[in-house]
């Protein structure tokens, strides 16, 4: 199966990014292909083997979180080539 995780990074919400990457691959869907979309304007992400770097503008509260539906829209030829897609708050982990 594979699963398509997006997550929006911005401002200082790039320093969520090491634990929750970290969390999902130890103990969300194991034994599955994940790939990361990260929407974000922080030079500490990259863009890796299982990680895509999405650039994205921080647009102020409460757009940055309104428009999700319409930064996940960019990447839509991408994510139809994914079983699931499943989104995540940036501070959030996996236990």
């Known amino acids: 199966m ?3 995780i997006l ?5 200082n919400y790039y320093f969520f990014w090491d ?8 103990y969300f869907c194991v ?4 790939h ?8 500490q992400i990259s863009s890796g083997e ?3 770097k999405i ?7 409460p757009f940055s979180t309104l428009y ?12 139809s080539k994914f079983d699931y897609i499943v989104f995540f708050n940036a501070n959030a982990l996996i236990v």
């Open 2 to 4: 594979k699963i398509a």
């Open 7 to 11: 997550s929006i990074n911005l401002k």
């Open 19 to 26: 634990r929750f990457k970290s969390s999902i691959d130890k």
């Open 31 to 34: 034994n599955d292909d994940k």
């Open 36 to 43: 990361f979309f990260v929407f974000t304007d922080s030079e």
């Open 50 to 52: 299982r990680i895509t």
């Open 55 to 61: 650039p994205q503008d921080f647009l102020g509260w």
């Open 68 to 79: 999700r539906y319409h930064m996940f829209s960019r990447i839509a030829d991408k994510l």
